[in-house]
């Protein structure tokens, strides 16, 4: 995967967690985060899929 594609999802993930002490803690619940995004996450990958190209490019 491209360098360049991590770094804007590894800053969006930062995003949703919270150091509590010496831990990080999520900041809303996954489930909930999971539930609002399904759809949009299961069209991109079908449009990855239609585009072998663009596939190869995530891993």
Do not use: E, H, S
């Not at 360049?4 to 930062?14: D, E, H, T």
């Not at 985060?33 to 991109?44: E, G, M």
């Amino acid at each position: 995967m491209d360098m360049g594609a991590l770094l804007p999802m590894a800053a969006a993930f930062r995003r949703l967690l919270v150091l509590k002490g010496d831990r990080y803690a999520w900041r809303v619940n996954p489930k909930d985060v999971f539930n609002r995004c399904a759809d949009k996450l299961y069209n991109a990958q079908l449009a990855q899929r239609q585009n072998p190209q663009r596939l190869a490019t995530w891993f």
